[in-house]
């Protein structure tokens, strides 16, 4: 690391000109970031990807490219216009490349829907939707509106990005602003801003790339610039504290850059790695939603650490004396200056720990039970079409739809009966089995309607596959929803009785929401055993001890776990309207896992944090309780502070308008607002006190594999009651 700095200074006009580059490609090439991003869900290997694969490559037809245009008359019975519409309906589809007009089916005497089909992916499809819009006219007496996924994301765009801009410049930063300046009190507070300047967008510039190649979640943007600005924010913050305590012990300029690298530089590489490690779950993941969450989230640690290793050290070389000279904030009213800064109040607060571990200890696993319990009732769902705002276009016809013809008529299942072999639709065997697989469908309670017909989108040129939907009473996430999958599934499907060699599948809405569960959490708990696994031995390395990663581990779990229950209060119990925040008896179902993943490299954060310092206590050769005693009051207001930004980040989601971020922003900031109080200020130092010496154990033979020098369990002198 030494090297490396010094490397790193002589050559700083470089560094510093290599990054402006990066940084204004990366403003040029995300211009156009929104346009490749997309809300689709695909389930490989599913019967939902079969049957819209079929669908795709043999009807014309692709359901996450379609647009559903809802009419409803204001006057006359709605069959009285249903030449007009699919007059209208033939205009909008001409108005969309390879789009086709499917019909106009009435739904209730003053509803009808129409569906155009293309073969158009979601993010092309998209653009076209108020060329759709103006394409049906006007027809006297009957109001248009224009759904599905598509126009969904298209009326959604603005809102996200209103929504961003909301969480950032109206919560994140200014409240960032007004930590760091309460922390530094000079122009030094710049630093971290310009570290997070630099890393944003050069981290939107590497997600631009992915995008083109795989198929990421319009949510990216808010992900990166939200989390992007806690963490940048949060490494920045610890290294220029770790600068300025550095020139004030008397180091040249550059020897402090050195020794800062040394410290707080070594703590941020290995932060970085435990939450690209946690975010590497989500790269495993079989689901191309969420693995590409995984590669946005994944590179903003990383490019925070190239960032840290590169930028920072120029910038603390350049700027960081200048800035520091100019004063705004007077010393007087300085919370964190001097000796208060250096453990009054922290080195209080930690003797009374050392005193007092089991107590101490005792408290906060109550505390973290009590809001982890309620876990157990956690129930995840595929998310909501009332989880988006609800004076959209798009979302008033569901509303429209829904009520005229039953809630799963905003996303139907699509059942697709493959013969086996062309002109197999002809066989009378396996239409008297297709009559009573209609019959059983039509008879299920869950079953609102069902479409089948003999046009070109029911039954394909070659006579091999045939295609009926059916839509149900509940919308296509809801438990009786899922329950008629299972059953078509397990008993209607193979009651018909179809000929040897015939296969059915149901996809679409319904049957989306059970493959999607399925391939979440069949995969999730194998993964976290590997970030388990792989999380504790990077930690043996970072602490040179087999005591304290697996302390870290089990903090890390419960602060997670205290995380979960919480979104249940909150969101299912309903205690999340005392917030203004919508609620659901569901949690979408990518969020506990993405929780999970980001939590458990963010919690490492703090806990490399404040268990480096307290090992350079001990290497220095302090007593067990003093070395956590000073360690944390040397980190616990810098702790504090990165929580702090960290959680106005995260909040940032929550101000928004979309079920799903509040969820996920609350879940975030809760998980760190536990972490950083009742984690990491009370258990931490508690268990470190009871454990002693044991702490900081590394037998010889782990310590050569590890390429570390070994922690005997050598005596040491009793801790100071002063704690100095």
């Not at 999970?596 to 350079?616: H, K």
């Not at 302090?622 to 995260?650: H, S, W, Y």
Request: some cysteine.
């Amino acid at each position: 690391m030494e090297s490396w700095t010094r490397s790193i200074i002589r050559y700083r006009w470089l560094v510093l000109g290599a990054w402006i580059v990066v940084v204004l490609a990366s403003f040029v090439a995300t211009r156009g970031l929104g346009d490749l991003l997309t809300n689709r869900f695909s389930l490989p290997g599913t019967d939902t990807q079969r049957a819209e694969q079929i669908l795709e490559d043999h009807f014309g037809q692709r359901s996450a490219g379609s647009f559903v245009v809802v009419a409803r008359s204001t006057s006359e019975p709605i069959v009285s216009f249903r030449s007009a519409l699919a007059a209208a309906g033939k205009r909008a589809a001409a108005a969309v490349p390879s789009g086709a007009f499917v019909g106009v089916e009435p739904v209730s005497p003053k509803v009808a829907s129409a569906t155009i089909v293309s073969n158009l992916e979601p993010a092309d499809a998209k653009s076209y939707t108020d060329d759709v819009r103006r394409a049906l006219g006007k027809i006297e007496g009957v109001q248009f509106l224009v759904t599905g996924q598509a126009a969904i994301e298209s009326d959604l765009e603005p809102v996200e990005s209103q929504d961003l801009k909301n969480g950032e410049f109206l919560l994140a930063i200014p409240i960032a602003f007004l930590i760091l300046v309460l922390v530094f009190g000079t122009l030094a507070f710049l630093i971290p801003f310009m570290f997070a300047l630099s890393a944003i967008p050069a981290t939107l510039g590497v997600v631009w790339i992915f995008a083109n190649a795989m198929e990421l979640s319009t949510y990216v943007t808010q992900l990166v610039s939200l989390i992007g600005l806690g963490i940048s924010v949060d490494y920045s913050l610890l290294m220029v504290y770790r600068y300025r305590e550095e020139r004030r012990s008397g180091r040249s300029k550059e020897d402090a850059i050195v020794s800062t690298m040394a410290t707080a530089g070594r703590a941020v590489v290995f932060s970085g790695t435990a939450v690209a490690i946690g975010l590497a779950l989500l790269l495993a993941m079989p689901l191309p939603f969420i693995r590409g969450f995984g590669v946005a989230g994944l590179t903003i640690p990383i490019v925070s650490v190239v960032c840290a290793l590169t930028l920072l050290p120029a910038l603390l070389y350049l700027t960081a004396d200048g800035l520091d000279r100019v004063r705004f904030v007077p010393r007087g009213l300085m919370r964190f200056h001097g000796a208060e800064r250096e453990g009054r109040f922290w080195l209080r607060f930690s003797r009374a720990i050392m005193r007092r571990p089991v107590a101490f200890l005792l408290l906060a696993v109550a505390l973290l039970l009590s809001a982890a319990i309620p876990a157990f009732w956690i129930s995840v769902g595929p998310g909501t079409n009332k989880g988006i705002p609800q004076n959209l276009e798009s979302t008033r016809a569901l509303t429209i739809l829904g009520a005229a013809a039953g809630q799963g008529a905003t996303a139907p299942t699509d059942v697709i009966v493959d013969t086996g072999r062309p002109g197999g639709a002809r066989d009378a065997a396996l239409l008297a089995a297709l009559g009573r697989l209609e019959n059983a469908i039509r008879a299920d309670p869950e079953t609102s309607n069902v479409v089948f017909g003999s046009g070109s989108q029911y039954v394909d040129p070659t006579g091999r596959y045939l295609h009926l939907q059916t839509s149900g009473q509940s919308e296509y996430g809801t438990p009786s929803a899922i329950a008629f999958v299972h059953r078509f599934r397990r008993e209607i499907a193979p009651a018909a009785r179809f000929p040897e060699g015939v296969r059915v599948y149901a996809g679409g809405g319904p049957p989306s929401s059970v493959d999607f569960l399925h391939l979440t959490y069949g995969t999730f708990p194998w993964l976290v055993l590997g970030v388990l696994a792989l999380t504790y031995f990077l930690l043996l390395r970072a602490f040179r001890s087999i005591i304290l990663p697996l302390k870290a581990i089990v903090l890390n779990l419960l602060s997670i776990g205290s995380a979960y229950g919480l979104l249940v209060v909150f969101f299912k119990w309903g205690a999340s309207g005392a917030l203004g925040l919508q609620s659901y008896d569901q949690i979408e179902g990518w969020i506990p896992v993405f929780l999970f993943a980001m939590l458990f490299g963010l919690s490492m954060d703090y806990e490399v944090f404040l268990v480096s310092r307290m090992r350079e206590e001990w290497d220095g050769g302090r007593p067990n309780e003093d070395a956590v005693a000073n360690g944390l009051a040397k980190t616990g207001q810098i702790v504090t502070a990165a929580g702090m930004i960290m959680m106005a980040a995260f909040s940032g989601f929550m101000i928004g308008r979309v079920l799903g971020l509040q969820q996920f922003g609350f879940g975030l900031a809760v998980a760190i607002f536990v972490d950083v109080t009742i984690v990491r200020m009370l258990l931490l130092p508690s268990a470190m006190a009871l454990f002693g010496r044991w702490n900081w154990w590394l037998p010889g033979r782990l310590a050569i594999v590890f390429r570390v020098k070994p922690s005997p369990l050598a005596p040491r002198p009793a801790a100071s009651p002063a704690g100095k």
